[in-house]
């Protein structure tokens, strides 16, 4: 009897191992255009799944405190300890499963850029910055304030305090914005922001707006640090 209980208790065990470790996570998609396709994951502790749009050159933006583990196409996988704010480069067809290894969920966004030799010369390991977004040996977290130029896309990770904005206005090129807190942004050059979707720009973390280019200098209108990433084209 007891050891047919014990069996039970294996078989149990069995079951939901296997569950915790097939669950999979859903894309939700954020934004999508000629140049882009924005995708928010959020995934529990132990799941799983596939990298979409694998096939083409994608940065992984992560939203919370998350040990995260990129599996491969080759062979071998990659192991993230993310912060907020942080971000991962990976070439075309470099992974194909994403499964957070941590204790807690995994709040990602992945970008996929569409138009092919965006990143011509693929990642540098020079200075801290580029060594976190390469996933560099000796790599650390990425600061509040930071700009990489990544063959034709120039990103920069920007925390603008309440009330704060950029000291002065500039010509910028079309950018994605995604957020990386929730955010509450006015253009001080022009008094709106030109999106495709709206005059001003009010995100929650996650979603993602296409700025126009043209002359910009954002300001921090919320009560709260807005903290954003930009890719530039």
């Not at 065990?13 to 939700?28: M, P, R, T």
């Not at 882009?36 to 959020?42: G, H, I, N, P």
Request: charged share 20%.
């Amino acid at each position: 009897m007891i050891r047919n209980i014990a069996i039970a208790v294996l078989i149990c065990n069995h079951f939901v191992a296997v569950a915790q470790v097939s669950v999979e996570g859903k894309y939700q998609s954020k934004l999508e255009n000629d140049v882009v396709a924005v995708y928010q994951l959020d995934l529990q502790p132990h799941a799983s799944a596939p990298v979409f749009q694998s096939a083409r050159d994608t940065f992984w933006l992560s939203l919370s405190d998350a040990k995260v583990n990129f599996a491969r196409s080759s062979s071998g996988s990659s192991e993230i300890e993310f912060q907020p704010g942080d971000l991962r480069f990976f070439p075309s067809f470099e992974t194909k499963l994403v499964t957070n290894t941590g204790s807690t969920e995994f709040r990602g966004v992945l970008i996929a850029l569409k138009a092919r030799g965006l990143t011509t010369n693929g990642c540098e390991c020079t200075g801290s910055t580029g060594k976190s977004v390469c996933g560099c040996k000796g790599a650390t977290h990425l600061e509040s304030l930071w700009a990489l130029s990544l063959g034709n896309v120039t990103l920069a990770g920007t925390t603008l305090a309440a009330g704060e904005s950029f000291r002065s206005a500039a010509l910028r090129d079309d950018m994605l914005l995604v957020a990386v807190t929730d955010i509450d942004l006015e253009d001080a050059a022009k008094g709106s922001i030109e999106t495709e979707s709206s005059p001003s720009l009010r995100l929650k973390a996650g979603d993602a707006s296409w700025v126009a280019g043209g002359r910009h200098q954002f300001k921090n209108v919320g009560s709260s640090p807005a903290r954003f990433l930009t890719l530039e084209f």
